[in-house]
């Protein structure tokens, strides 16, 4: 019950608090501006999230994450205000040009930060590369971001999905499975996190026995289990998120297939669904760019700021909204705040060294992080740190020729 | 695929079925016989959910949670014709369609205010925990199977309710001639609120008890509802013997799809439904109901 009323707290705190930034950025309009105040404009940082629909909450960590990391530069980004404009996109990639446009046309933003949706993503990407407008994503993983769609503009400070199975392979080889099956949704991102623990296990001598695929978002998994269970592989690796992710962890152990055929999976699997699944998930090992436990300096004080500010725990989304901030700042601090000098702010981005609450991590050509993969293991209601499963994983960027 | 694997996926398709057409059976009655066109059926099966995590983190037990829950959902549903829909009943099918679609956006914003957006469980009760194995790696989930059991029991509660009883006599002439049966001095206007209710409530108990299944996460109805379309237009407007028919068929058809021809398991449904609006364009059972 707490967990819901400080749910419901941060949202209504949430919405006060974008409300109470629109009314002082009403006000100021309204002010003369004098000579003595007369200083740079205010930076106008869209933000193109969701705020409304499934992944909402994914919104709110990704802009509490962002804020923190504004707040701890005295809320200013190279000595400039910050004026946030807000757009929900509601995960709905059919609105994707119309809601990018009104940030990159009608309210000509500095900078786009968005979204959690791939297919918004890559509704945003033909938008945005026209228009040139510096984006920085924070979560979307469509491998095609960083590949195909690259742009100098382009920037992401989360993960691409291949890169968080491909890691898996090692881990499984390690542990001494000779063959697989995969399960996941038939859509994209299903699809292009099979294809990276495809290759990563195969490199490993590893043979993918069977993809099994459900009907995205469909949740009725019973007849892929009793072929699981026919099939009887050394090891399942399982993609799905969210309400899908609990119904799967679950139909597993009652299945009676945990404890007989370990569970492997990308690290959505076992995020933000460990309350809802009791015990079903204890044990499961998967691999994510963000782990609890990481125990070092950087992460406790982000995690100790972020509870106190938004009275809420962090969690990958928030970590990724921080870095997007991060990067920012890096950028903006080498320009001075003077985003017109547009290719000074992505060379200096691209050279950046993040030093992020998940560890240090710096762009790879395409603007995609190269990070450590952890392996991480269900403990109690924490996806606890085993150890790094791929030191430095960097997108192969396939298709990207900017 | 061996034989005993083959009679593993007959026992998930039925079982698969079953739910389904529990899932299916309150919008069989207020689509198929009173003829609203009821978008807001995912809202309820939602809102069931939530009710059975609430109340059974309060009472301890889902059992108690579903004997508080279903009054609670019969006097929304009764609100609710009342307040609502009792003023489109001899409106053109849109404005029906506007006003549940609004609904559908009133319940996600409570529910995110009043439960948040979190992923949440609701544990299986102690006596039905248990697994009964079948091979060496595989076992069934008895719950599962008690469900499947409830669904029977339903589907002939409502089988009896509508054909054999007096009250089911009245709701079908009520839904071929409503003028002619109030003036025979039956009161028509109470039947559709108890009937309307009852679909609500039949909708909301899907929910209740397919939480532990399935977990309770925000848009979890308009996962069922277009699933729920398909069982009543496939078993024909108005009939229960059709929902469970086109249920079971449903449930065989993705269970064997989904594991046979895994590339087109997705429009599997949609083909079957075509296949049987072409050959009977009134469903299955539709028309002699």
């Known amino acids: 019950m707490s967990q819901n009323d400080k749910d419901v707290f941060a949202r209504r705190g949430f919405l006060k608090g974008t409300a109470a930034i629109a009314g002082v950025a009403a006000v100021g309009t309204l002010l003369p501006s004098t000579g003595a105040l007369a200083q740079q404009a205010k930076l106008k940082v869209g933000l193109m999230l969701p705020y409304t629909g499934t992944f909402a909450q994914l919104g709110v960590a990704i802009t509490n994450g962002f804020k923190l990391a504004v707040d701890e530069r005295g809320g200013k980004l190279a000595g400039r205000e910050i004026e946030f404009i807000t757009v929900d996109d509601e995960s709905n990639p059919a609105k994707a040009p119309e809601n990018v446009n009104k940030l990159v046309q009608r309210d000509k933003v500095d900078v786009v930060i968005g979204t959690v949706h791939s297919g918004v993503a890559m509704g945003m990407a033909k938008v945005i590369r026209e228009s040139g407008t510096l984006w920085i994503n924070p979560n979307a993983g469509a491998d095609e971001v960083t590949g195909p769609l690259c742009a100098p503009n382009i920037f992401r400070t989360s993960f691409s999905n291949w890169q968080t199975t491909h890691a898996l392979g090692k881990v499984l080889k390690a542990k001494g499975h000779k063959n697989a099956v995969f399960i996941t949704w038939k859509y994209a991102a299903g699809e292009q996190m099979m294809a990276g623990f495809k290759e990563g296990f195969e490199k490993e001598g590893g043979k993918l026995t ?31 998120a969210g309400g899908g992710a609990a119904k799967f962890l679950k139909d597993y152990q009652a299945a009676g297939l945990k404890g007989k055929i370990p569970l492997y999976g990308s690290g959505f699997l076992t995020d933000g669904v460990l309350d809802a699944v009791g015990d079903a998930a204890e044990g499961i090992e998967t691999t994510l760019h963000y782990a609890d436990g990481l125990d070092t300096k950087k992460d406790k004080a982000f995690r100790l700021a972020y509870a106190k500010t938004f009275k809420l725990q962090p969690d990958v989304y928030a970590v990724q909204g921080y870095d997007a901030g991060q990067l920012l700042a890096a950028g903006l601090d080498a320009v001075k705040g003077n985003v017109a000098d547009k290719a000074g702010m992505i060379k200096a981005m691209e050279a950046a060294k993040i030093d992020s609450p998940r560890g240090p991590w710096t762009l790879s050509k395409s603007h995609n992080p190269v990070q450590d993969m952890y392996l991480r293991k269900v403990v109690g209601k924490e996806n606890k740190v085993q150890g790094v499963a791929w030191k430095a994983l960097a997108d192969p960027a396939r298709g990207c020729k900017a | 695929m061996d034989f005993a694997f083959f009679l593993i996926q007959l026992l998930n398709g039925l079982q698969y079925g079953l739910l389904l057409f529990l899932v299916a059976s309150g919008l069989t009655l207020v689509f198929g016989i009173m003829g609203i066109i009821n978008l807001a059926h995912g809202s309820f099966y939602m809102v069931g959910a939530y009710l059975a995590w609430s109340l059974s983190s309060l009472t301890g037990s889902l059992t108690a949670a579903i004997l508080l829950a279903i009054p609670l959902t019969v006097v929304l549903g009764m609100a609710l014709e009342r307040l609502l829909f009792r003023h489109l009943y001899q409106r053109d099918h849109l404005y029906q369609v506007l006003l549940t679609y609004g609904l559908i956006l009133v319940f996600e914003e409570l529910r995110s205010l009043i439960w948040g957006d979190d992923v949440l469980g609701v544990a299986v009760p102690a006596l039905l925990n248990a697994s009964i ?57 109470l039947i559709y609120t108890l009937v309307f209710a009852l679909g609500i409530a039949l909708a909301a108990f899907a929910g209740m008890i397919n939480a532990p299944l399935s977990s309770v996460f925000p848009n979890m109805g308009s996962q069922v509802l277009i699933i729920c379309f398909v069982v009543v237009v496939i078993g024909g407007i108005g009939s229960v013997k059709g929902a469970l028919a086109a249920s079971l068929m449903i449930g065989l058809a993705e269970t064997f799809g989904t594991v046979l021809v895994p590339e087109v398991a997705g429009m599997i449904v949609y083909v079957l439904m075509a296949i049987v609006l072409v050959w009977r364009p009134e469903g299955l059972f539709g028309g002699r109901a």
Request: proline residues 6%.
């Open chain 2, 133 to 189: 194995p079948l091979t060496e790696n595989l076992s069934y989930p008895v719950y599962r199977l008690a469900i499947s059991g409830v669904c029977l029991l339903l589907a002939a509660a409502l089988y009896f309710l509508i054909q054999k009883t007096r009250l089911g006599m009245m709701i079908r002439a009520g839904a071929s001639n409503r003028d002619m049966v109030q003036s025979l001095g039956i009161d028509i206007k």
């Open chain 1, 210 to 240: 069977k993809e099994l695929y459900v009907p995205f978002p469909q949740v009725e998994f019973q007849a892929l289990l009793t072929e699981i269970a026919s099939i009887k592989p050394d090891a399942v690796v399982a993609f799905f």
